[in-house]
């Protein structure tokens, strides 16, 4: 039964080798540390215990050097850990270039996942290993943590916002998704399988699941079904900006700020539309809070984030087009159409 | 060859109105008006002693319900809503109505006027007014959890706390929120007393450390619990009336809360720990007979702890999505705080250094928290620790740091103190044997029940589950086995020290030989402490000079 009961968690992904490593030398150094206050403390108890009830002691007050020397050497000490922690924490921080992205919704109590090709599943992350992956999350509810103790990261998920973490699975397997950011009545049943597959496997099984379009065609048709594209149209009775390109660069705002467009960004112009109003436009948008579920959110922002120049849907294109419409194949996106004027550069109407 | 010049005590000629032989503090007058009206510092003590004890065994039972449900990876034995009412629970009562109030309210009430050599402290009556107050929030709380329950977790995150939970959030809170004005109030007065009472000679760097302990911990308590209660007033004005703060559809910001509450709450470890910290002091030079080594570092260090405690209270959320340089200042500033706590630990163990060691209860005790908190440090450093925090955060790996600092550590100190000056505030002694055996018990049954959390955390159990996957369940089952040899730890000084009351050998005035002004009276002390205000000659633990042989 013993020889069953794991004792360590396995490594999984090329972060748990880094944090195991730097886990192993806190515990060498603790338990150093431990070991000789424990063995000074046994041997003076030992030592210098009462034997007789009148015995006496030395007046010894202190030692400054002795002071000193126990104050300056723990932060020395300290420093080394307080660097390896932040040079592993800081190298998680920032995804690879070349990750791919999925993205999570967490709510009471399950997760929800959807893949840049359009795939959804719920409890269950089918990555292929040894890929970068970056994931965005995001709450529709209260707060809770996506974590893989296998891979050694987690991270709060955060209603309002989006957070992201990354990993590069080594290992082949299945492994605990746990939220360990306590949520309610069924916490401790929002868990999960995250599923390591080798390529050509998680190619299959991509291929297997059901996907009506790649996120970014789904965003699509929700972007013609709210009907944004009434404003945010790339003809000549615009009434918001153009959203071509749009993504990663930098914005001018009304107020004189300027601010990168970012998920975040995104995200707040859709539910908040009067917070950050663009240069030379008037704020005429109305909110979408309320109408626009986190899921569809992200399907949106995946369609924003595709929009090359010269794509943006004409106007009066039906807003459901045939469920059976030709297939996208993943990061692809619909023709440009030639009746539509190619990219303009944004705040173009009012500005002098 | 008068006991005076060895404890430095000094009769002062001013004598007060003689009072009748054999007077003490509990025989002075009877009835329960007599205890209920009191504004005798020492009787408030007691009346606290009684409350929280209390306290202790309900948040204690619930722990029990807890760890036993834990031993099967289906959790059979109670549904997870009442489960997670039971940790809410246990974490509210034994946090706020218990850790924090108890050594400053039991032993710092009975002792802190002691020790300086005044007859009571600054402000009696608000003295009193704390403990009612305390009282009506704990029952206001008590019944929040009885009656329905709460489902938060005693960290009250929102939104969870502020919109969805269906359960006593505000009634709870109220009740924290107005134990918290007693916490002001001990904090406030601990402080006018330190200032304005000491005997003739006391100066500041003659004090004992359990009151250096005990000023610092008020300073926190006076600072820190007013940002606990706005934290809370804001969940509440956000719960009834929707005003947006921290929910996110209101335009609130969740992690705020975070902020405001652990602003409170990461010092409010401190406030558990600095008075054990401070009887620990005591308790050690008394049973090495031998003065403590590096008075000065230790003063500094407790006042190093009470200010840079209020510094780090982000590390509480390196997962939760703060900035990357915000993590690296908070990591950098919660390692700064962990100098303080090892400056004290290599002090402790100094001091024994050809020291003449008894082992009586509180030294077995003390010994006991050294072992634990130094435990409880040291993997405080792993949580520190960007990288691996990463990994560990909001798991049992957390659960068993936070108990060896504040179970191990904290309650360990309590019992010392509680067994070191029993017998002056009972005049009676317990059983040797069985207090030993208790020291034991607890020792290992708290080794046993948190040892296992670790490796559970690390294989990255989180914290709050009510079921878990079937391959944890023999560390839990271990777990479980550990604690119920804790409790039994934790029941039978229940036992014997009730018993000391009726049956305990009288203890005369200083059974164990230690020097502090508090045991220049008799036990129990007369109800104004000092006949004669004393005068303070020389500086605390002064166990190795000439005189000390000729004591007794």
């Known amino acids: ?352 | 060859m008068s006991s005076a010049i060895t404890t430095g005590f000094t009769p002062q000629a001013k004598a007060r109105p003689p009072r009748a032989p054999g007077e003490n503090y509990l025989n002075v007058a009877f009835g329960v008006k007599s205890w209920l009206l009191t504004t005798d510092h020492k009787r408030i003590a007691i009346l606290y002693l009684v409350t929280l004890t209390i306290l202790f065994f309900i948040g204690g039972a619930a722990a029990t319900v807890i760890r036993l449900n834990l031993m099967t990876p289906n959790g059979e034995l109670v549904p997870a809503d009442t489960y997670n009412k039971l940790f809410t629970a246990h974490g509210i009562i034994m946090v706020w109505f218990f850790l924090v109030p108890v050594v400053p309210t039991v032993l710092g009430n009975f002792l802190v006027p002691m020790m300086i050599g005044a007859r009571d402290l600054a402000f009696p009556k608000i003295n009193l007014l704390s403990w009612y107050v305390f009282t009506i929030g704990a029952i206001i709380t008590l019944w929040a959890l009885l009656a329905g329950g709460v489902d938060t977790g005693w960290t009250f995150y929102t939104p969870f706390s502020s919109k969805y939970a269906r359960t006593n959030v505000i009634p709870t809170m109220l009740g924290i929120f107005i134990s918290g004005f007693s916490s002001i109030m001990t904090g406030l007065n601990f402080i006018a007393t330190m200032h304005t009472m000491r005997a003739p000679g006391l100066t500041w760097w003659r004090m004992p450390l359990f009151l250096w302990a005990h000023y610092a911990v008020s300073v926190i308590q006076v600072l820190a619990t007013p940002v606990l209660a706005m934290a809370l007033i804001l969940v509440g004005v956000e719960r009834v009336w929707g005003v947006g703060i921290f929910d996110p559809e209101l335009g609130g910001d969740p992690v705020l809360f975070q902020h405001l509450f652990w602003f409170y709450s990461h010092p409010v470890v401190y406030i558990m720990l600095l008075p054990s910290m401070g009887i620990t002091s005591e308790v050690i030079t008394c049973f090495a007979r031998k003065p403590i080594f590096g008075y000065v570092f230790i003063v500094w260090s407790s006042i190093g702890i009470a200010v840079l405690g209020f510094l780090v209270w982000a590390h509480h959320m390196f997962v939760a999505g703060q900035s990357v340089y915000s993590a690296l200042i908070f990591s950098a500033l919660s390692y700064l705080v962990a100098v303080p706590s090892a400056i004290k630990v290599f002090n402790w163990t100094a001091t024994l250094y050809k020291s003449s060691i008894a082992f009586e209860t509180p030294m077995l005790f003390a010994m006991g928290f050294v072992a634990l908190f130094t435990m409880g440090g040291l993997t405080g450093l792993f949580l520190a620790c960007l990288g691996v925090d990463l990994h560990v955060h909001d798991t049992y790996f957390v659960i068993a740091h936070f108990h060896f600092i504040m179970v191990g550590g904290a309650v360990m100190g309590y019992m010392a103190g509680l067994h070191f000056w029993w017998p002056k505030m009972t005049g009676r002694m317990y059983s040797d044997f069985l207090s030993k055996l208790a020291a034991l018990i607890i020792f290992v049954g708290f080794i046993l029940t948190f040892l296992p959390q670790f490796v559970l955390g690390y294989l990255g159990m989180p914290r709050r589950y009510h079921v878990y996957p079937p391959e944890f369940q023999v560390l839990n089952v271990m777990s479980s086995a550990g604690a119920s040899i804790l409790a039994v730890g934790y029941v039978l000084p229940l036992f014997y020290m009730l018993w000391s009351l009726y049956a305990g050998k009288p203890s005369g005035p200083n059974p164990w030989n230690a020097t502090g002004l508090e045991w220049q009276t008799p036990s129990p002390p007369p109800p104004h402490n000092f006949d004669e205000t004393p005068i303070v000659t020389t500086g605390p633990y002064e166990y190795s000079m000439e005189e000390s042989a000729l004591v007794h």
């Open chain 1, 1 to 352: 039964m013993f020889a069953e009961v794991p004792l360590f968690p396995e490594q999984a992904s090329t972060t748990a080798q880094r944090v195991d490593a730097l886990f192993f030398f806190l515990c060498t150094v603790c338990g150093t540390m431990a070991v000789l206050i424990a063995a000074l403390v046994l041997y003076f108890a030992f030592k210098y215990h009462r034997r007789a009830e009148d015995e006496r002691t030395p007046r010894i007050l202190g030692n400054n050097r002795l002071e000193w020397f126990w104050t300056i050497t723990p932060l020395f000490v300290f420093l080394i850990m307080f660097l390896w922690g932040a040079s592993v924490y800081t190298s998680v921080a920032l995804p690879p270039p070349d990750a791919m992205e999925i993205f999570v919704v967490g709510k009471q109590w399950m997760w929800k996942i959807q893949h840049p090709s359009g795939q959804r599943e719920i409890n269950e992350l089918h990555i292929p290993v040894d890929q970068p992956i970056k994931l965005t999350l995001t709450s529709e509810d209260v707060i809770h943590n996506f974590s893989v103790p296998a891979f050694r990261t987690k991270i709060d998920v955060i209603p309002g916002r989006y957070v992201q973490i990354w990993f590069q699975p080594t290992k082949v397997g299945n492994y605990h998704l746990f939220c360990s950011q306590y949520c309610g009545t069924s916490h401790s049943n929002m868990v999960g399988t995250v599923i390591v597959m080798e390529r050509e496997e998680y190619r299959e099984w991509l291929a297997s699941q059901a996907a009506t379009g790649s996120l970014a065609d789904q965003g699509r048709q929700l972007f013609l079904k709210f009907q944004c594209i009434t404003c945010h149209s790339a003809d000549a009775a615009a009434r918001a900006p153009v959203l071509e390109g749009l993504y990663g660069r930098t914005v001018p705002l009304k107020d004189g700020r300027t601010v990168v467009a970012d998920d975040a960004y995104l995200r707040e112009s859709i539910l908040y539309p009067e917070a950050k109003v663009v240069q030379g436009w008037e704020p005429i948008m109305p909110t979408f809070k309320g109408q626009v579920e986190e899921e569809d959110l992200i399907k949106l922002l995946a369609f924003i984030k595709s929009l090359k120049p010269g794509q943006t849907p004409v106007r009066n294109e039906e807003a459901s087009p045939p469920l059976d419409a030709p297939k996208v194949p993943p990061g692809g996106n619909p023709k440009p159409r030639e009746s539509v004027p190619t990219y303009r550069p944004q705040g173009k109407s009012t500005q002098p």
